[in-house]
T-cell receptor
Framework: EAQVTQNPRYLITVTGKKLTVTCSQN?????MSWYRQDPGLGLRQIYY???????DKGDVPEGYKVSRKEKRNFPLILESPSPNQTSLYFC?????????????FGPGTRLLVL | AQTVTQSQPEMSVQEAETVTLSCTYD???????LFWYKQPPSRQMILVIR??????QNATENRFSVNFQKAAKSFSLKISDSQLGDAAMYFC?????????????FGGGTRLMVKP
């Protein structure tokens, strides 16, 4: 089954404790992206990747890091989480960047930072 | 920068009736794409329908259709014959055709309730 998976689905952590949220897609997509969703704000892009070893900042990159060492994986790293990073996070992928490609979303990861 | 506005935080509809969700956007570009995504309680983001700005014909997908008014920068979603399973948050989204980052700009969402 073609899908985008994220782990963990739920996470409670404390301020300053490094964490990683994994994202994996099995569709051989080149493009991958991370969004965060906050009430009333919809989804906002954090980082994106056009291909392996190619990443760039989205709208709200502060406090986050990403890496793209393999085509299928695009982990989101919070080096020192803070309470304002409490949010619902989505990973998305598409065959190519731009054009008419539709993005496919993962199931979401709910993060609570105490 | 582009912005997307959904002016209806909540809407309700009777089962089997028709409902229209509103979306307006602001852009100076002429080439772009518009989307409606559905987010059920499971929190999954599901693509409902998409519209290419260069196409004058409104997109339709079964019971879902859009009213795309490019000059007015309006992109409403009509759901016909509403079903209980249509209850969800609905997000309107915009993407520039020239955005290398492929970034989707989302509205704040509309919660749709379906009454049996």
């Amino acid at each position: 089954e073609a899908q985008v998976t994220q782990n963990p689905r739920y996470l409670i952590t404390v301020t300053g404790k490094k964490l990683t949220v994994t994202c994996s897609q099995n569709m051989n997509h080149e493009y991958m992206s991370w969004y965060r969703q906050d009430p009333g704000l919809g989804l906002r892009q954090i980082y994106y990747s056009m291909n392996v070893e190619v990443t760039d900042k989205g709208d709200v990159p502060e406090g986050y890091k990403v890496s793209r060492k393999e085509k299928r994986n695009f982990p989101l790293i919070l080096e020192s989480p803070s309470p304002n990073q409490t949010s619902l996070y989505f990973c998305a992928s598409s065959p190519l960047a731009g054009g008419e490609e539709t993005q496919y979303f993962g199931p979401g990861t709910r993060l609570l930072v105490l | 920068a582009q912005t997307v506005t959904q002016s209806q935080p909540e809407m309700s509809v009777q089962e089997a009736e028709t409902v229209t969700l509103s979306c307006t956007y602001d852009t100076s570009e002429s080439d772009y794409y518009l989307f409606w995504y559905k987010q059920p309680p499971s929190r999954q983001m599901i693509l409902v329908i998409r519209q290419e700005a260069y196409k004058q014909q409104n997109a339709t997908e079964n019971r879902f259709s859009v009213n795309f008014q490019k000059a007015a920068k309006s992109f409403s979603l009509k759901i016909s014959d509403s079903q209980l399973g249509d209850a969800a948050m609905y997000f309107c989204a915009y993407r520039s055709a020239n955005n290398a980052g492929n970034m989707l700009t989302f509205g704040g969402g509309t919660r749709l309730m379906v009454k049996p």
